[in-house]
Protein backbone atom coordinates (compact mmCIF):
# COMPACT_ATOMS: atom_id res chain seq x y z
CA UNK A 1 0.00 0.00 0.00
CA UNK A 2 1.79 3.33 -1.31
CA UNK A 3 -0.35 5.60 0.94
CA UNK A 4 -1.95 5.88 4.25
CA UNK A 5 -4.76 7.59 2.39
CA UNK A 6 -7.65 6.39 0.67
CA UNK A 7 -10.36 7.65 -1.54
CA UNK A 8 -14.32 7.38 -0.20
CA UNK A 9 -17.45 8.84 -1.29
CA UNK A 10 -18.58 11.41 1.45
CA UNK A 11 -22.28 12.26 2.05
CA UNK A 12 -23.39 14.74 4.19
CA UNK A 13 -26.45 13.82 6.40
CA UNK A 14 -29.97 14.55 4.52
CA UNK A 15 -28.27 15.01 0.64
CA UNK A 16 -29.70 14.20 -1.81
CA UNK A 17 -27.71 11.46 -4.03
CA UNK A 18 -25.63 14.14 -6.29
CA UNK A 19 -24.22 15.64 -2.95
CA UNK A 20 -22.47 11.95 -2.81
CA UNK A 21 -18.24 12.73 -3.48
CA UNK A 22 -14.97 11.12 -4.03
CA UNK A 23 -13.10 12.59 -1.05
CA UNK A 24 -9.87 11.30 1.04
CA UNK A 25 -9.35 9.96 4.32
CA UNK A 26 -6.67 7.70 6.57
CA UNK A 27 -6.81 3.98 5.65
CA UNK A 28 -8.87 2.59 8.43
CA UNK A 29 -6.52 1.40 11.44
CA UNK A 30 -6.54 -2.48 12.57
CA UNK A 31 -8.30 -3.35 15.76
CA UNK A 32 -7.87 -6.44 16.79
CA UNK A 33 -8.58 -9.71 14.77
CA UNK A 34 -9.29 -7.41 11.54
CA UNK A 35 -8.25 -8.07 8.50
CA UNK A 36 -7.06 -4.96 5.99
CA UNK A 37 -9.19 -5.27 2.63
CA UNK A 38 -8.41 -3.93 -0.89
CA UNK A 39 -12.07 -3.22 -1.98
CA UNK A 40 -12.42 -4.05 -5.81
CA UNK A 41 -16.33 -3.07 -5.65
CA UNK A 42 -19.47 -2.91 -2.94
CA UNK A 43 -22.74 -3.30 -3.63
CA UNK A 44 -26.34 -0.57 -3.29
CA UNK A 45 -28.09 -1.26 -0.30
CA UNK A 46 -31.48 0.42 0.84
CA UNK A 47 -29.89 1.32 4.39
CA UNK A 48 -27.31 2.90 1.97
CA UNK A 49 -29.89 5.53 1.22
CA UNK A 50 -31.48 5.80 4.59
CA UNK A 51 -28.30 6.35 6.44
CA UNK A 52 -27.75 9.36 3.32
CA UNK A 53 -30.62 10.63 4.10
CA UNK A 54 -29.98 10.75 8.14
CA UNK A 55 -32.28 8.17 9.36
CA UNK A 56 -30.01 5.05 9.71
CA UNK A 57 -26.43 5.85 11.57
CA UNK A 58 -23.88 3.25 12.20
CA UNK A 59 -23.92 1.68 15.00
CA UNK A 60 -21.57 2.94 17.49
CA UNK A 61 -17.78 2.35 17.21
CA UNK A 62 -18.42 1.53 13.26
CA UNK A 63 -17.38 3.67 10.44
CA UNK A 64 -19.71 5.92 9.56
CA UNK A 65 -18.71 5.28 5.65
CA UNK A 66 -21.47 4.04 3.70
CA UNK A 67 -21.38 0.56 2.13
CA UNK A 68 -22.30 -2.95 4.21
CA UNK A 69 -20.55 -5.19 1.70
CA UNK A 70 -17.47 -5.44 -0.21
CA UNK A 71 -14.85 -7.59 -2.50
CA UNK A 72 -11.58 -7.48 -2.67
CA UNK A 73 -8.61 -8.86 -1.61
CA UNK A 74 -6.57 -9.04 1.61
CA UNK A 75 -3.90 -6.58 2.05
CA UNK A 76 -2.64 -6.50 5.72
CA UNK A 77 -3.69 -8.34 8.82
CA UNK A 78 -3.77 -7.45 12.69
CA UNK A 79 -0.74 -9.58 14.64
CA UNK A 80 -3.31 -11.20 16.30
CA UNK A 81 -5.24 -13.05 13.64
CA UNK A 82 -6.20 -16.80 13.86
CA UNK A 83 -7.26 -17.46 10.66
CA UNK A 84 -5.50 -18.84 7.83
CA UNK A 85 -6.86 -15.79 5.21
CA UNK A 86 -3.10 -14.86 2.95
CA UNK A 87 -2.10 -11.39 1.19
CA UNK A 88 -3.70 -11.55 -1.75
CA UNK A 89 -6.51 -14.09 -0.92
CA UNK A 90 -9.72 -13.05 -3.05
CA UNK A 91 -12.66 -11.92 -0.09
CA UNK A 92 -15.68 -10.83 0.30
CA UNK A 93 -17.45 -9.78 3.85
CA UNK A 94 -21.12 -8.59 5.07
CA UNK A 95 -19.89 -5.09 7.18
CA UNK A 96 -21.46 -2.87 9.50
CA UNK A 97 -19.91 0.26 7.25
CA UNK A 98 -17.15 1.20 4.94
CA UNK A 99 -17.86 -0.56 1.77
CA UNK A 100 -17.53 2.62 -0.17
CA UNK A 101 -14.01 3.27 -0.16
CA UNK A 102 -10.67 1.90 -1.48
CA UNK A 103 -10.04 0.09 1.84
CA UNK A 104 -12.01 -1.33 4.86
CA UNK A 105 -11.43 -3.35 8.00
CA UNK A 106 -13.24 -6.72 8.53
CA UNK A 107 -13.13 -8.85 11.52
CA UNK A 108 -11.79 -12.09 10.29
CA UNK A 109 -14.18 -14.31 11.25
CA UNK A 110 -17.23 -12.68 8.84
CA UNK A 111 -14.24 -13.15 5.74
CA UNK A 112 -15.51 -15.27 3.30
CA UNK A 113 -14.16 -16.79 -0.22
CA UNK A 114 -14.88 -15.67 -3.30
CA UNK A 115 -16.39 -18.66 -4.98
CA UNK A 116 -14.08 -19.47 -7.72
CA UNK A 117 -14.29 -18.60 -11.15
CA UNK A 118 -16.52 -15.61 -9.90
CA UNK A 119 -15.24 -11.95 -10.49
CA UNK A 120 -14.78 -9.71 -7.55
CA UNK A 121 -17.71 -7.40 -9.29
CA UNK A 122 -20.05 -10.32 -9.28
CA UNK A 123 -18.92 -11.29 -5.71
CA UNK A 124 -19.63 -7.88 -4.58
CA UNK A 125 -23.82 -8.80 -4.96
CA UNK A 126 -23.30 -11.90 -2.69
CA UNK A 127 -22.85 -10.97 1.16
CA UNK A 128 -25.52 -8.66 2.66
CA UNK A 129 -28.57 -9.67 0.64
CA UNK A 130 -27.82 -13.50 0.46
CA UNK A 131 -26.34 -13.63 4.42
CA UNK A 132 -29.36 -11.70 4.88
CA UNK A 133 -32.07 -13.52 3.28
CA UNK A 134 -30.39 -17.21 4.90
CA UNK A 135 -30.93 -15.59 8.28
CA UNK A 136 -34.25 -14.88 7.40
CA UNK A 137 -35.55 -18.17 6.17
CA UNK A 138 -32.92 -20.33 8.47
CA UNK A 139 -31.95 -18.33 11.54
CA UNK A 140 -35.57 -16.25 12.34
CA UNK A 141 -37.92 -18.30 9.94
CA UNK A 142 -37.40 -21.70 10.73
CA UNK A 143 -37.82 -23.03 7.39
CA UNK A 144 -38.76 -26.50 6.79
CA UNK A 145 -38.90 -28.32 3.67
CA UNK A 146 -42.21 -28.02 1.85
CA UNK A 147 -43.05 -24.73 3.02
CA UNK A 148 -44.62 -22.50 1.21
CA UNK A 149 -42.76 -18.74 1.42
CA UNK A 150 -44.44 -15.28 0.61
CA UNK A 151 -41.59 -13.32 -0.40
CA UNK A 152 -42.30 -9.66 -1.13
CA UNK A 153 -40.00 -7.30 -3.34
CA UNK A 154 -39.77 -10.61 -4.95
CA UNK A 155 -37.49 -8.19 -7.73
CA UNK A 156 -34.97 -6.75 -4.85
CA UNK A 157 -31.16 -8.50 -4.01
CA UNK A 158 -33.08 -10.22 -1.04
CA UNK A 159 -35.85 -11.50 -2.95
CA UNK A 160 -34.10 -13.09 -5.56
CA UNK A 161 -31.63 -14.43 -3.18
CA UNK A 162 -34.48 -15.60 -0.81
CA UNK A 163 -36.35 -17.34 -4.07
CA UNK A 164 -33.56 -19.21 -4.87
CA UNK A 165 -32.88 -20.30 -1.28
CA UNK A 166 -36.19 -21.58 -1.15
CA UNK A 167 -35.89 -23.82 -4.33
CA UNK A 168 -32.87 -25.34 -2.86
CA UNK A 169 -33.99 -26.25 0.49
CA UNK A 170 -37.41 -27.99 -1.22
CA UNK A 171 -39.74 -25.04 -0.35
CA UNK A 172 -42.16 -23.56 -2.81
CA UNK A 173 -41.68 -19.39 -3.05
CA UNK A 174 -44.47 -16.84 -4.03
CA UNK A 175 -43.17 -13.55 -4.47
CA UNK A 176 -44.67 -10.31 -5.06
CA UNK A 177 -43.38 -7.26 -7.27
CA UNK A 178 -44.67 -4.31 -8.72
CA UNK A 179 -43.43 -4.83 -12.84
CA UNK A 180 -43.88 -7.49 -15.14
CA UNK A 181 -40.17 -7.96 -15.67
CA UNK A 182 -39.30 -8.94 -12.25
CA UNK A 183 -42.12 -11.24 -12.22
CA UNK A 184 -40.84 -13.15 -15.10
CA UNK A 185 -37.16 -13.09 -13.12
CA UNK A 186 -38.61 -14.65 -10.16
CA UNK A 187 -40.44 -17.31 -11.96
CA UNK A 188 -37.42 -17.84 -14.09
CA UNK A 189 -35.38 -18.49 -10.27
CA UNK A 190 -38.35 -20.92 -9.92
CA UNK A 191 -41.04 -19.36 -7.66
CA UNK A 192 -44.20 -21.26 -7.92
CA UNK A 193 -46.30 -17.64 -8.68
CA UNK A 194 -45.24 -14.44 -9.15
CA UNK A 195 -48.57 -11.61 -8.17
CA UNK A 196 -48.06 -7.64 -9.05
CA UNK A 197 -48.90 -5.79 -6.20
CA UNK A 198 -49.89 -2.71 -8.37
CA UNK A 199 -52.72 -4.77 -10.31
CA UNK A 200 -53.93 -7.13 -8.21
CA UNK A 201 -54.56 -7.81 -4.46
CA UNK A 202 -52.11 -10.40 -3.89
CA UNK A 203 -53.64 -11.91 -0.90
CA UNK A 204 -56.95 -13.10 -3.34
CA UNK A 205 -54.45 -14.89 -4.93
CA UNK A 206 -52.18 -16.02 -2.35
CA UNK A 207 -55.02 -17.88 -1.12
CA UNK A 208 -56.21 -18.94 -4.67
CA UNK A 209 -53.15 -20.31 -5.34
CA UNK A 210 -52.95 -22.61 -2.04
CA UNK A 211 -56.46 -23.72 -2.09
CA UNK A 212 -57.46 -21.32 0.55
CA UNK A 213 -55.14 -22.49 3.00
CA UNK A 214 -52.55 -19.60 2.98
CA UNK A 215 -48.71 -19.73 3.65
CA UNK A 216 -46.41 -21.25 5.97
CA UNK A 217 -43.57 -18.17 6.37
CA UNK A 218 -43.92 -14.37 5.23
CA UNK A 219 -40.95 -12.16 4.63
CA UNK A 220 -41.60 -8.88 4.89
CA UNK A 221 -39.62 -5.81 3.97
CA UNK A 222 -42.95 -3.61 3.80
CA UNK A 223 -44.42 -3.50 6.97
CA UNK A 224 -47.76 -1.68 7.63
CA UNK A 225 -49.25 -0.94 4.35
CA UNK A 226 -49.18 -5.03 3.55
CA UNK A 227 -50.50 -5.44 6.95
CA UNK A 228 -54.10 -6.52 5.45
CA UNK A 229 -53.18 -8.79 3.33
CA UNK A 230 -50.36 -9.98 5.01
CA UNK A 231 -52.77 -11.57 7.89
CA UNK A 232 -55.31 -13.19 4.99
CA UNK A 233 -52.70 -14.81 3.07
CA UNK A 234 -50.93 -16.57 6.35
CA UNK A 235 -51.83 -19.70 7.30
CA UNK A 236 -52.97 -20.11 11.06
CA UNK A 237 -49.84 -20.70 13.14
CA UNK A 238 -47.72 -19.52 10.17
CA UNK A 239 -44.45 -17.44 10.95
CA UNK A 240 -44.12 -13.96 9.81
CA UNK A 241 -40.14 -12.38 9.53
CA UNK A 242 -40.72 -8.35 9.39
CA UNK A 243 -37.45 -7.26 8.41
CA UNK A 244 -38.32 -3.81 6.95
CA UNK A 245 -41.09 -0.58 6.98
CA UNK A 246 -40.84 0.47 3.20
CA UNK A 247 -44.30 0.50 3.43
CA UNK A 248 -44.93 2.15 7.15
CA UNK A 249 -44.73 1.46 10.49
CA UNK A 250 -48.20 2.28 11.79
CA UNK A 251 -51.23 -0.01 11.77
CA UNK A 252 -54.40 0.75 13.55
CA UNK A 253 -57.74 -1.13 14.25
CA UNK A 254 -58.02 -4.55 15.16
CA UNK A 255 -54.35 -6.15 15.17
CA UNK A 256 -53.53 -7.49 18.24
CA UNK A 257 -56.55 -10.10 17.85
CA UNK A 258 -56.28 -11.06 14.29
CA UNK A 259 -52.96 -11.57 15.50
CA UNK A 260 -53.75 -14.31 18.34
CA UNK A 261 -57.07 -15.63 16.59
CA UNK A 262 -54.63 -17.44 13.98
CA UNK A 263 -51.69 -17.60 16.34
CA UNK A 264 -49.29 -15.98 14.03
CA UNK A 265 -46.15 -15.57 15.23
CA UNK A 266 -44.07 -12.30 13.55
CA UNK A 267 -40.74 -12.14 14.63
CA UNK A 268 -39.02 -8.04 13.83
CA UNK A 269 -35.38 -8.71 13.11
CA UNK A 270 -32.11 -6.81 11.18
CA UNK A 271 -28.82 -7.40 10.89
CA UNK A 272 -26.70 -4.52 10.60
CA UNK A 273 -26.70 -3.93 14.25
CA UNK A 274 -26.04 -7.59 15.46
CA UNK A 275 -22.88 -8.76 17.27
CA UNK A 276 -20.16 -10.03 15.84
CA UNK A 277 -20.64 -13.50 18.06
CA UNK A 278 -24.05 -13.73 15.59
CA UNK A 279 -22.43 -12.48 12.14
CA UNK A 280 -20.02 -15.30 12.48
CA UNK A 281 -22.19 -17.72 13.17
CA UNK A 282 -24.47 -16.89 10.42
CA UNK A 283 -21.35 -16.07 8.43
CA UNK A 284 -20.00 -19.85 8.86
CA UNK A 285 -23.59 -21.58 8.07
CA UNK A 286 -23.77 -19.84 5.04
CA UNK A 287 -20.52 -20.59 3.94
CA UNK A 288 -20.86 -24.32 4.57
CA UNK A 289 -24.42 -24.76 3.30
CA UNK A 290 -24.98 -22.36 0.32
CA UNK A 291 -21.27 -20.76 -0.48
CA UNK A 292 -20.03 -23.78 -2.46
CA UNK A 293 -23.41 -23.72 -4.52
CA UNK A 294 -22.19 -20.36 -6.43
CA UNK A 295 -19.28 -22.26 -8.24
CA UNK A 296 -19.47 -22.82 -11.96
CA UNK A 297 -19.70 -26.57 -11.97
CA UNK A 298 -21.90 -26.97 -9.44
CA UNK A 299 -25.71 -28.43 -9.42
CA UNK A 300 -28.24 -26.84 -8.04
CA UNK A 301 -26.42 -23.64 -8.81
CA UNK A 302 -26.90 -20.19 -6.85
CA UNK A 303 -26.64 -17.07 -8.68
CA UNK A 304 -26.22 -13.85 -7.97
CA UNK A 305 -28.59 -11.51 -9.86
CA UNK A 306 -26.72 -8.10 -10.70
CA UNK A 307 -28.73 -5.31 -12.19
CA UNK A 308 -26.35 -2.68 -13.43
CA UNK A 309 -22.85 -1.46 -12.06
CA UNK A 310 -21.91 1.47 -11.78
CA UNK A 311 -17.90 3.00 -11.55
CA UNK A 312 -16.59 4.58 -8.02
CA UNK A 313 -17.38 8.37 -9.16
CA UNK A 314 -20.95 7.61 -9.98
CA UNK A 315 -21.84 6.70 -6.62
CA UNK A 316 -25.10 9.60 -6.98
CA UNK A 317 -26.55 7.68 -10.38
CA UNK A 318 -26.48 4.04 -8.41
CA UNK A 319 -28.48 5.79 -5.91
CA UNK A 320 -30.86 7.30 -8.20
CA UNK A 321 -31.04 4.38 -9.47
CA UNK A 322 -32.11 2.34 -6.29
CA UNK A 323 -34.28 5.33 -5.05
CA UNK A 324 -36.48 4.85 -8.88
CA UNK A 325 -37.24 1.16 -8.05
CA UNK A 326 -36.45 -0.12 -11.29
CA UNK A 327 -33.37 -2.49 -10.40
CA UNK A 328 -33.95 -6.43 -10.31
CA UNK A 329 -31.47 -7.53 -7.78
CA UNK A 330 -28.34 -6.29 -6.87
CA UNK A 331 -27.09 -2.34 -7.99
CA UNK A 332 -22.84 -2.92 -7.75
CA UNK A 333 -20.57 0.28 -7.11
CA UNK A 334 -17.25 -0.86 -8.95
CA UNK A 335 -14.09 0.73 -7.22
CA UNK A 336 -11.57 -0.50 -8.91
CA UNK A 337 -10.32 -2.73 -12.43
CA UNK A 338 -10.83 -5.92 -11.85
CA UNK A 339 -6.99 -6.63 -13.91
CA UNK A 340 -4.87 -3.77 -12.47
CA UNK A 341 -6.72 -3.25 -9.21
CA UNK A 342 -6.07 1.09 -10.38
CA UNK A 343 -8.98 2.53 -8.77
CA UNK A 344 -11.81 3.99 -11.60
CA UNK A 345 -11.86 7.31 -10.43
CA UNK A 346 -7.75 7.66 -11.09
CA UNK A 347 -8.64 7.78 -14.29
CA UNK A 348 -10.47 10.69 -14.37
Known sequence: MASDQMKYIHFEKGCEPDGLSVQTTPVPALRSREVLVKVFATAINRADILQRRGMYPAPPGESDILGLEASGTVEARADDCTSQWHIGDRVMALLAGGGYAEYVAVPEDVLMPVPSGMSLTTAAGIPEVWLTAYQLLHLVGDLQKGDTVLIHAGGSGVGTAATQL???????????????????TALSLGAVAAFNY?????????????????????????????????????????RWVLYGLLGGGSISGDVLSQILRKRVRITGTTLRVRPLEYKKTLTQRFTQDALPLFKADSSPQLTPIIDSVFPFHKAADAHTSMETNQNTGKIVLQ???????KT?????
Do not use: W
Not at 335 to 341: L, S, V
Not at 344 to 348: G, I, S, T, Y
Open 166 to 184: CVYAGCRPIVTAGSQSKLD
Open 198 to 238: KQEDFSEKVLEFTNGRGVDLILDCIGASYYEQNMKSIKTEG
Open 335 to 341: IRHEDTG
Open 344 to 348: LHDEL
